[in-house]
């Protein structure tokens, strides 16, 4: 199948697939950043099941930027390193909820668009790789809104 763009497909090129890729590895790098940020902000004997919480979604995220990473290098390209900044506030919790929502909502997108434009290059295995990632960031999104939602229990959200 090669690089042949397939009928009524969106085009694409597959220089500025591996442009996208890295868009959205830099965005897998700040989620790592968040969650690792955020999990040693957490202060409290009571809050440690949360702290822990976040540190096992930074290592489910880098799981995800590896993933990144191995597709765009499949492609010939180069992953590249180029993390957003972090914010930081004093209330950690309100703070956490909304750069996770802000950013699955963003990453949600992308990949919906992504797996469009792998099909329409023809990587199949690829667009399913990138559906595997999406199934996961939609249902923490859900978790996420529930825990907004409901003003609080961050830990049931992360868990």
Same mark, same amino acid.
């Given at each position: ?7 009524? /497909? ?19 790098? #700040?989620?790592? +950043? ?20 976040? @540190?096992?979604? /930074?290592? @489910? ?11 765009? !290098?499949?492609? &010939? ?22 750069? +996770? ?7 949600? $997108? ?7 434009? $792998? ?11 990138? $559906? ?7 249902? !923490? ?6 825990? #907004?939602?409901?003003? &609080?229990?961050?830990?049931?959200? #992360?868990?």
């Amino acid at each position: 199948m090669g690089n042949k763009q397939q009928p009524g /497909a969106p085009e694409i090129s597959l220089s500025k697939l591996i442009d996208l890729l890295n868009e959205d590895l830099s965005r897998q790098y #700040l989620t790592i +950043m968040i969650y690792a940020t955020y999990s040693q902000m957490i202060n409290g004997a009571a809050q440690r099941d949360i702290a822990r919480a976040l @540190e096992r979604k /930074a290592r @489910e995220e880098l799981h995800h930027a590896l993933m990144m990473a191995e597709q765009i !290098h499949s492609l &010939g390209g180069t992953p590249e390193i180029k993390p957003h900044l972090v914010a930081t506030s004093d209330n950690t919790q309100e703070m956490l909820l909304r750069l +996770m929502l802000e950013n699955g909502n963003v990453t949600i $997108c992308n990949y919906r668009e992504r797996v469009r434009q $792998c099909e329409a290059l023809g990587k199949y295995a690829m667009a399913e790789q990138i $559906c595997e990632i999406l199934l996961h960031e939609q249902q !923490h999104q859900i978790d996420v809104a529930t825990a #907004l939602a409901n003003q &609080g229990s961050i830990s049931r959200s #992360l868990q």
